[in-house]
């Protein structure tokens, strides 16, 4: 019986309280039978279709659905009211990352008068929150915080006079989800091998990556803001950012149930990102920067070959199929020089194979932690999470690729928001907006744009420009910032001309257009993922060829909205042994012989 999977994107609600639901189906036998309830449990609609993608007017704000196949499989579900109110609702964001945790609260004040904008980002930075000091035992990080209890003091603890005092602020500034302002918080995780608690709680240098010389991939030169981050095979760092965001979703579960928090965004490191390293200094930040792709560690390197031998059975096997002359599965042969120059019987199919697996281990390292929050936290909320692509299609941004996107979309499918960031490169134009739609059609989540990093780099133009593409394609927009008020940049004032000269304050809906399309025709561009993954030998990997790609397309087609798919259809037809293609049904794992990464094999 074949697996089928079901996605939901949500349209916003019209004045009489309907709005659009798209039910896509992923995999099964046509014709499909679609089966639209209301809150109450009656049945609304009844459809049969060979498409794999429905369009349904939504009677209300809850509603529940049910597709069964023409083989009987079937799959059901429900979007709760509080998930349907909050993607209904145009969301403009005022994010400022790099604040201190004492700014949030002054931020969130003064985000409210900036016009159009509805939605504050906050770091909740796990690195420095959640060391000794922020007291990992506190019963308060078990005991969920009920920021509804009016007239509310906060003392001088360190939790109290943070997250607690911001989500109490966010919640008093309206009536309902639909009114008050909510908050992104992005989920910090952080290196804390100089701040374990007695409890043992955390991983060292031990778990992280290494570089193809063998030292420790510390990011942290003077001029950049790359930093520490796991290895993501590492049983004990998944642990550890697994247990962090439950504490962080059992304290806050109230919170983020009455949508006060409306989502979460991933970010491994100390940076901001949820990244891997596509090079390092060689020295100090004045050094040579030195190409690579990812993690050297033994500890990677291991997982890979194990994966390798599970899927191709035999070294030579593997070789027949990759055109290698890789001696054996030993980690000697299984060498930085081997992945990365091509030596010691490596090629570059091999490279493309080593940059996907790895990509396929940051995406469950994500998927597993998500899985594990709602397996142990009552979240009642459907959708809660934020997805960056612009992070994989955006060349600015070649150090924290992840290209299999589309597998990582598919993987869960509690994506609340697809949004994309540092979009200077390629201009404020369609294939952002593209990219965006793209990836948030796949997820059935909200499109958002975030031109980024800061008003040192972005102009006032650049930006009127951004914020009239975001309006006219139903895209939300983030006002991005790190606040340099203290170096006499006022992001605020800043935005606030932004927001006058395209007048955001006026009423705007976001929305996902039918396939992305013009007149029901659909104009898709599938990627090979095996053309991207050298693109450029690791310089602004596969983002170009992308772009290239996309405009020989829209060249032919102006004026339309094009579909962009990454498909690794072509590395998996590498294997011997079958992979499993998302883990939404499934939990797959690309690392079955060794600890970390992911679940059981199917």
């Known amino acids: 019986m074949k697996r089928f999977l079901l996605f939901l994107t949500l349209l916003p609600a019209l004045v009489s309280g309907q709005g659009s639901i798209y039910l896509r189906v992923t995999e099964g036998q046509t014709p499909y039978t679609y089966q639209l309830y209301n809150a109450g449990g009656t049945l609304v609609e009844t459809r049969q279709s060979n498409k794999a993608e429905e369009k349904f007017t939504a009677p209300g704000y809850g509603y529940a659905w049910k597709v069964t196949g023409a083989d009987n499989s079937s799959s059901a579900g429900s ?36 016009p159009g904008f509805t939605t504050y980002t906050a770091s909740f930075h796990a690195f420095d929150l959640l060391n000794t000091a922020a007291k990992w035992n506190d019963a308060k990080w078990s005991t969920p915080y009920d920021h509804t209890v009016p007239n509310q003091t906060f003392t001088q603890d360190q939790i109290d006079n943070t997250f607690d005092q911001l989500v109490y602020n966010a919640y008093n500034s309206g009536n309902s989800a639909a009114t008050r302002m909510n908050l992104r918080i992005t989920y910090d995780g952080g290196l804390l091998s100089n701040q374990l608690s007695s409890t043992g709680f955390g991983y060292g240098w031990e778990e992280c990556p290494k570089r193809p010389d063998g030292q420790y991939a510390d990011l942290r030169p003077s ?35 009455d949508g006060t928090i409306r989502e979460i965004g991933f970010q491994l490191n100390e940076s901001g990102e949820s990244n891997f390293s596509g090079g390092y200094y060689d020295g100090d930040a004045n050094g040579t920067w030195s190409l690579s792709y990812g993690d050297y560690s033994e500890k990677m390197r291991t997982a890979f070959m194990n994966f390798c031998q599970a899927r191709f059975g035999s070294i030579q096997t593997l070789n027949s199929r990759l055109g290698t002359t890789i001696p054996a599965f030993t980690l000697d042969a299984f060498n930085s020089n081997m992945l990365l120059n091509n030596a010691d019987g490596g090629n570059d199919t091999m490279q493309s194979l080593w940059q996907w697996y790895q990509a396929e281990a940051h995406d469950l390292f994500e998927y597993e932690m998500q899985k594990y929050v709602y397996d142990q936290v009552p979240i009642t909320r459907t959708k809660l999470f934020a997805f960056d692509v612009g992070s994989i299609m955006n060349g600015d941004m070649f150090r924290m690729k992840s290209h299999n996107f589309a597998q990582r979309l598919l993987k869960y499918d509690r994506w609340m928001t697809v949004k994309s960031n540092n979009s200077h490169e390629f201009g404020a134009g369609p294939f952002v907006i593209d990219q965006i739609l793209s ?164």
């Open 79 to 114: 979007v709760d009211a509080v998930t349907h109110q909050l993607m209904n609702k145009h969301i403009r964001m005022k994010g400022g990352y790099y604040s201190s945790p004492s700014d949030f609260a002054v931020g969130l004040a003064k985000v409210k008068n900036i």
């Open 439 to 602: 990836g948030a059609q796949l997820a059935g989540a909200y499109p958002c744009w975030e031109p980024s990093p800061g008003l040192d780099v972005f102009t006032l133009d650049f930006l009127t420009e951004a914020a009239w593409l975001s309006i006219n394609n139903g895209v939300g927009l983030s006002a991005f910032s790190y606040n340099n008020e203290s170096k006499g940049i006022e992001s605020y004032s800043f935005w606030t001309e932004v927001s006058n000269r395209v007048n955001l304050s006026a009423a705007t809906s976001t929305f996902k257009p039918d396939n992305l399309n013009s007149q029901g025709n659909p104009i898709t561009l599938t990627i090979p993922f095996l053309k991207i993954a050298l693109d450029g030998k690791y310089n602004h990997i596969g983002d170009n060829y992308i772009h290239s790609e996309w405009k020989k397309v829209a060249d032919q087609n102006p004026g339309k909205h094009i579909v962009i798919r990454v498909d690794d259809s072509d590395v998996r037809a590498l294997f011997v042994n079958s992979y499993p293609i998302n883990t939404t049904a499934t939990t797959s794992n690309p690392n079955p012989d060794a600890s970390g990464g992911g679940g059981g094999e199917d």
């Open 223 to 257: 001029n950049s803001y790359l930093t520490k981050y796991p290895c993501y095979v590492s049983a004990k760092a998944l642990a550890f950012y697994k247990e962090g965001f439950k504490k962080f979703c059992t304290r806050y579960q109230k919170a983020i149930n």
